[in-house]
């Protein structure tokens, strides 16, 4: 009985030494964001997608983006309590997180009246919530930010509101790229977001 007993005390040991990652069985050791995940996961900005998931490549969505953000900013209370927004409901979990984000300047909708929790966040959209988020944190640009030149292939099809963030995070190895090419009109992928999260936070 007791050598039973400490088996499993053992084996709860090792266990509480596994990096959080190993937690979801969509995540593997080698998988680029591997690290990104654990590092999210170990300080609860994220519990996957349920049971054992943490579905990488689904495309991730404005509200989990803007929550993800709220939660490593320290989940900041917001100064208002109603919301402009008719599509974000009171019970989400997002609520707040969408509150403080507004206030903050983070995003300011896709209306006066919407906010589309449930839309995929293109890559221009993730890149710009991340840069303004480090900005809070005084961080970014402080002078002119179209001194600088974008030194990929799509440079040209980066949106005018994303320029500024494209430039700093690609200049601080935040944001890298692919091919030769940033493509901002391209979906983020849960993993993505989670690598983009953990160069800029971690």
């Known amino acids: 009985m007791k050598k039973l007993l400490c088996l499993l005390l053992a084996l709860a040991l090792c266990a509480a030494l596994l990096p959080c990652a190993l937690a979801f069985g969509d995540v593997a ?21 349920g049971g054992d998931a943490f579905s990488p490549d689904k495309t991730c969505t404005r509200a989990e983006t803007v929550t993800f953000l709220w939660r490593i900013m320290g989940e900041p209370a917001p100064a208002a309590s109603d919301c402009a927004f008719t599509d974000v409901d009171p ?19 896709t209306s006066e009246t919407a906010f589309e929790p449930g839309a995929d966040v293109t890559r221009a959209m993730a890149v710009t919530f991340i840069y303004r988020t480090l900005k809070l944190q005084g961080k970014g640009y402080g002078g ?33 790229g692919a091919d030769g090419a940033l493509l901002p009109h391209a979906t983020c992928t849960r993993g993505q977001l989670a690598a983009l999260l953990h160069r800029a936070f971690a």
């Open 91 to 109: 019970d989400a979990y997002y609520y707040k997180p969408v509150l403080w984000a507004v206030e903050n300047g983070i995003t300011r909708g």
């Open 29 to 49: 050791p080698g998988d680029y964001y591997y690290d990104a995940v654990d590092w999210l996961s170990s300080r609860e900005i994220t519990t996957g997608t």
């Open 144 to 176: 002119d930010p179209w001194a600088f030149r974008l030194d990929f292939t799509d440079a040209g099809s980066v949106p005018g509101w994303s320029y500024e963030a494209f430039c700093w995070t690609t200049s601080n190895g935040i944001v890298r």
